[in-house]
């Protein structure tokens, strides 16, 4: 494993939240006189980059800060009950036998993701949730990780679903792993030419050399 610590997303990532984020989305949407999402806009959507995704929704800037603080606060009662991605399980705890840590960069809130692993027996692989508010702030964030664990850039690998990981993990130089099995689409993902494009969980001991 060339890679000191691995960083993960964690929702849709590690955690399925897809559903239980748009059913929360569509009950406060109406309090910011935003439209609902519905059924059949799901596929079309995961090809959107985050801006593109605000446009089509109609969602002004000024609104996200607030449908994210309401809307992780919403999921924090319905968090233990949420499934982990199929697979996730085995892979981050083979994973941590062979770096020096694992980590998390999260929009959603730490007592949430802290919830969620004490309730999926992870926590203890974990060495560090980070949490940010703003949907573009995570290369700031890794900067951080980085020099916090006197890190350099190739020494860590951040894993996530979505268009918006992808480029954070580039503009802080950071190699990044992007997943299909979340929120974006395999085809809007390889289209940022991330270091890795992964189909499954189990896809990641590809970078122990297992076959």
């Known amino acids: 494993m060339k890679f000191r610590t691995l960083i993960f997303d964690f929702d849709g990532t590690i955690a399925d939240t897809l559903g239980e984020t748009r059913r929360i989305f569509n009950f406060i949407a109406p309090d910011y006189g935003i439209r609902k999402i519905e059924e059949h806009e799901l596929a079309s959507l995961r090809h959107l980059s985050l801006k593109d995704l605000l446009g089509h929704l109609e969602i002004p800037k000024r609104r996200v800060p607030a449908l994210i603080a309401r809307g992780t606060g919403m999921m924090r009662s319905n968090i233990a009950e949420l499934n982990l991605i199929e697979g996730m399980g085995h892979v981050l705890i083979e994973l941590r036998r062979h770096v020096h840590s694992l980590g998390i960069l999260t929009s959603n809130t730490n007592a949430n993701v802290d919830l969620f692993l004490r ?93």
């Open 119 to 211: 309730t999926h027996g992870l926590r203890e692989q974990f060495d560090f949730i980070s949490s940010t508010s703003n949907l573009t702030g995570k290369a700031k964030h890794l900067r951080a990780i980085g020099k916090t664990f006197s890190l350099r850039p190739e020494q860590m690998l951040y894993c996530g679903d979505e268009v918006r990981d992808v480029k954070a993990s580039q503009k802080a130089g950071v190699p990044i792993a992007a997943v299909t099995w979340g929120f974006n689409s395999r085809e809007s993902l390889a289209a940022c030419a991330p270091d890795f494009l992964f189909d499954a969980p189990a896809d990641f001991l590809k970078l122990l050399g297992t076959p």
